[in-house]
T-cell receptor
């Protein structure tokens, strides 16, 4: 009965590889987000999708591409991984008028 | 520049004691202010959400206050427990044309409750 789930929980990969992180929510929310939390624990918003439309893109490199096959899923694909991409990535979802986000457990990405 | 600043950066208190965390923001146009608790290795969990017209909101032992005039918020934790050890993040939402806009995150206060 997990509300927001992410897979995988841990991801270790080499520089230059392409990887994807999946996110699913079963709350019926219409907005989903991707965040990056760096080693200093600072959360930064990367993308927001509302009803499958991108509404925020916080100057993230175009190596990062969100893909939303439906309202319940927002996947994050990363091309040509770099050392600086190492971080914890959080997915979140929200019903816009309720102003409350529910976060997933995070995916710890380590680029070697 | 839209910013959210939190203090202190870290705090250690004894179990059973009260504490207050601060959040100052320079965000406009303001929509709402949220406090999140993030346990180590987990995603943030919402504690309170306050709009412009609300100046206090409680969630159990957590009480948040908001002064929209001075652009300050505080999170007061009463009778702290070991499980309160976590990072507490203040987030301010910008209001663009009535729709949910950007979120500005503070860097968090790391609270450690010792027995």
């Amino acid at each position: 009965d997990t509300a927001v789930s992410q897979t995988p929980k841990y991801l270790v990969t080499q520089m230059g590889n392409d990887k994807s992180i999946k996110c699913e929510q079963n709350l019926g929310h219409d907005t989903m987000y991707w965040y990056k939390q760096d080693s200093k624990k600072f959360l930064k918003i990367m993308f927001s999708y509302n009803n499958k439309e991108l509404i925020i893109n916080e100057t993230v490199p175009n190596r990062f591409s969100p893909k939303s096959p439906d309202k319940a899923h927002l996947n994050l694909h990363i091309n040509s991984l770099e050392l600086g991409d190492s971080a914890v990535y959080f997915c979140a979802s929200e019903r816009r008028e309720h102003n409350e986000q529910f976060f997933g457990p995070g995916t710890r990405l380590t680029v070697l | 520049k839209n910013q959210v600043e939190q203090s202190p950066q870290s705090l250690i208190i004894l179990e059973g004691k009260n504490c207050t965390l601060q959040c100052n923001y320079t965000v406009s146009p303001f929509s709402n202010l949220r406090w999140y608790k993030q346990d180590t290795g987990r995603g943030p969990v919402s504690l309170t959400i306050m709009t412009f017209s609300e100046n206090t909101k409680s969630n159990g032992r957590y009480t948040a206050t908001l002064d929209a005039d001075t652009k300050q918020s505080s999170l007061h934790i009463t009778a702290s427990q070991l499980s309160d050890s976590a990072s507490y993040i203040c987030v301010v939402s910008l209001n663009y044309g009535g729709s949910q806009g950007n979120l500005i995150f503070g860097k968090g206060t790391k609270l450690s409750v010792k027995p």
